[in-house]
């Protein structure tokens, strides 16, 4: 599989999510929100993981993929809503991706592969599903925790951190105490996972 090819993926997953309506400031600039966070998830997997297969890195760029065709606000605001939002989710992105690089003439295999590690199968037993899962915890500690944390209770956050740690492998809590954090955010993070 040649760089070529991987890159036509990314232009396209690409110009899918630059149509995201939703935007965040970049360095002064308003970009999608999806396209910046499947190129950070890139960029995460590109340090964390170097030697990542072809259908680990195209999982990556993937992963939220036209995500906000399917809003959160479509389910009901409980528990049982979110987990059968989460589940949509995962089914809707192994579907685009997969109609992508079926157009772009991949092999079936790897398309299947992309598609079995976005509906995130067999988490903790798969290593590519949890070097995936251990990337997009990454990507959020890195990129979004510290603008989480100042919305949410010093209860909160330490919830969501514990259940982003139990998560990750050892080598992602590794990857994870390497990032700088804010002195508040470092001391919500050590109560979490102490």
């Known amino acids: 599989m040649n760089t070529?090819?991987?890159n036509k993926a990314y232009e396209a997953?690409?110009?899918?999510n630059k149509k995201d309506p939703n935007t965040e400031i970049v360095d002064g600039k308003s970009v999608s929100k999806e396209l910046i966070y499947g190129q950070r998830m890139t960029k995460v997997l590109n340090d964390f993981a170097p030697d990542a297969n072809v259908a680990l890195r195209l999982a990556a760029r993937s992963q939220h993929i036209c995500r906000w065709e399917i809003p959160r606000s479509a389910y009901e605001m409980n528990?049982?809503?979110?987990?059968?939002?989460r589940t949509e989710l995962k089914k809707f992105h192994?579907?685009?991706?997969?109609?992508?690089l079926n157009r772009l003439?991949?092999?079936q295999t790897i398309i299947e592969r992309?598609?079995?590690?976005?509906?995130?199968?067999?988490?903790?037993?798969?290593?590519?599903?949890?070097?995936?899962?251990?990337v997009i915890c990454l990507v959020f500690l890195n990129y979004y925790y510290e603008t989480f944390r100042?919305?949410?209770?010093?209860e909160k956050v330490i919830d969501i951190v514990k259940k982003?740690?139990?998560k990750m492998s050892k080598t992602g809590h590794q990857a994870a105490l390497a990032i700088l954090y804010s002195e508040q955010g470092l001391a919500l993070i050590q109560k979490a996972i102490a």
């Open 105 to 107: 003439n991949f092999e």
């Open 150 to 154: 100042q919305k949410h209770t010093d």
């Open 164 to 166: 982003t740690w139990k």
């Open 94 to 100: 192994a579907k685009i991706a997969s109609d992508i």
């Open 114 to 134: 992309v598609a079995f590690l976005l509906e995130k199968k067999h988490l903790k037993k798969d290593n590519d599903t949890q070097t995936l899962e251990d």
């Open 13 to 16: 997953f690409d110009h899918a």
């Open 79 to 85: 528990r049982v809503g979110y987990l059968k939002w």
């Open 4 to 6: 070529l090819q991987i």
